[in-house]
């Protein structure tokens, strides 16, 4: 069996749950037989580099490293889950400080090491501002750079199809934008049940209401029946969207991306948004939906606003007019 690419994918933080799940999902897809596992937890990484070589991947050739130069150099691809896990009680915006300071050094990484990579995934929370965080840092173009949102999307499809008794698949269009945490935003004007719009299949407000609910606590709702983080589908998507960047079938559940848009007047942010991912890179356009929708969207907009004002102040990044001298595409 042929692999999609022999170019180098990354994985950073590949001594955790999420990381060393991406790693063996990237092998069962075949995307590359060049991995690379880097962690500074080099007992538990070499845990999993063991693990690796005793699933006997036909023609993979992954290495491990504690060592950034090492990891990063020559890198075309990166998935990053190496932040703190969030653990019950917390929200994703509790682990902004210290989270934020580790995408500093990973977009330096990024800009030290490989800066011709093609496309990197960040999925530690909180996603918005890690991934703006490295995406400044690294002084790649924005399109190179996504945060993992598909999974508020997914668990949104996940909570319908249980509402109606159908099979997940046959609902589409279930899709949430803005941030990726308490504020992310649920659109139900484009869902469809067989091809029926919510209305027409009955779906009371108050019903809805309680989805939703369930649809943005579905990370803490993990967290409460496990006893852990997520770790099985973050790690499952995030690959998915490096294989879409690979040149693979495309992903077009919402990705976070980095938005500048006069349209809608949201400027210097990340959020989710409709995207399309493909070997070109994140291409975003405008959401469609409800009046209430919208304005949902522009207080999600807000909000994140003020969280990147607050890495402002606490230093992480510069003023919102000095980051062309930190990343010129931005």
């Given at each position: 069996?042929?692999?999609l690419?022999?170019?180098?994918?990354?994985?950073v933080g590949?001594?955790?749950?999420i990381?060393?799940?991406?790693?063996?999902?990237?092998?069962?897809?075949?995307?590359?037989p060049?991995?690379?596992?880097?962690?500074?937890?080099?007992?538990g990484l070499?845990?999993?580099?063991?693990?690796m070589?005793?699933?006997a991947?036909?023609g993979?050739?992954?290495?491990?490293?504690?060592?950034?130069?090492v990891?990063?150099?020559g890198?075309?691809?990166?998935?990053?889950?190496?932040?703190?896990p969030?653990?019950?009680?917390?929200t994703?915006?509790?682990?902004?400080?210290?989270?934020?300071?580790?995408?500093?050094?990973?977009?330096?990484?990024?800009?030290?090491?490989?800066?011709?990579?093609k496309h990197?995934v960040?999925?530690?929370?909180?996603?918005?501002?890690t991934g703006?965080v490295?995406?400044?840092?690294?002084?790649?173009?924005?399109?190179?750079l996504?945060?993992?949102a598909?999974?508020?999307?997914?668990r949104?499809?996940?909570?319908?199809?249980a509402?109606?008794g159908?099979?997940q698949?046959e609902?589409?269009?279930a899709?949430?934008?803005?941030?990726?945490?308490?504020?992310?935003?649920?659109?139900?004007?484009?869902?469809?049940?067989?091809?029926?719009?919510?209305?027409?299949?009955?779906?009371?407000?108050?019903?809805f209401?309680?989805i939703?609910q369930?649809?943005?606590?579905?990370g803490?709702?993990?967290?409460?029946?496990?006893?852990?983080?997520s770790?099985?589908?973050?790690s499952y998507?995030?690959?998915?969207m490096?294989e879409?960047?690979?040149?693979?079938?495309?992903?077009?559940?919402?990705?976070?991306?980095?938005?500048d848009?006069d349209?809608?007047?949201?400027?210097h942010v990340?959020?989710?948004?409709?995207?399309?991912?493909?070997?070109t890179?994140v291409?975003?356009t405008?959401?469609?939906?409800?009046?209430?929708?919208?304005y949902?969207?522009?207080?999600s907009?807000?909000?994140?606003c003020?969280?990147?004002?607050?890495?402002?102040?606490?230093d992480?990044?510069p003023?919102?007019?000095?980051?062309?001298?930190?990343?010129p595409f931005?």
């Amino acid at each position: 069996m042929k692999f999609l690419t022999d170019e180098k994918l990354v994985i950073v933080g590949a001594a955790g749950m999420i990381g060393s799940n991406m790693a063996q999902i990237a092998l069962m897809l075949r995307l590359t037989p060049n991995i690379c596992l880097y962690d500074v937890y080099e007992p538990g990484l070499r845990g999993v580099f063991a693990e690796m070589s005793h699933c006997a991947f036909e023609g993979a050739y992954f290495t491990m490293t504690t060592d950034p130069a090492v990891a990063f150099k020559g890198a075309k691809y990166i998935i990053s889950s190496g932040g703190a896990p969030r653990r019950e009680g917390m929200t994703r915006e509790d682990l902004l400080r210290g989270n934020c300071k580790v995408a500093e050094q990973f977009g330096k990484n990024i800009k030290t090491y490989c800066p011709d990579v093609k496309h990197v995934v960040v999925i530690f929370n909180p996603a918005d501002l890690t991934g703006l965080v490295a995406l400044l840092h690294s002084g790649i173009s924005p399109e190179k750079l996504t945060t993992l949102a598909a999974l508020d999307s997914s668990r949104l499809q996940t909570e319908l199809a249980a509402e109606f008794g159908l099979p997940q698949w046959e609902i589409t269009g279930a899709y949430t934008f803005g941030g990726h945490g308490e504020q992310m935003v649920v659109f139900g004007s484009g869902v469809r049940v067989n091809g029926k719009t919510l209305s027409e299949m009955g779906l009371t407000s108050e019903r809805f209401d309680a989805i939703k609910q369930r649809t943005v606590q579905g990370g803490s709702n993990i967290i409460k029946l496990r006893g852990h983080s997520s770790f099985q589908s973050p790690s499952y998507m995030s690959v998915k969207m490096i294989e879409a960047a690979m040149g693979g079938e495309p992903f077009t559940l919402p990705c976070g991306t980095y938005v500048d848009n006069d349209e809608l007047d949201f400027h210097h942010v990340m959020m989710a948004m409709p995207t399309v991912l493909d070997s070109t890179g994140v291409h975003y356009t405008v959401p469609q939906g409800y009046e209430i929708e919208m304005y949902d969207l522009r207080q999600s907009y807000k909000h994140l606003c003020r969280m990147r004002d607050e890495i402002i102040d606490l230093d992480i990044i510069p003023p919102v007019d000095e980051w062309k001298a930190f990343n010129p595409f931005l």
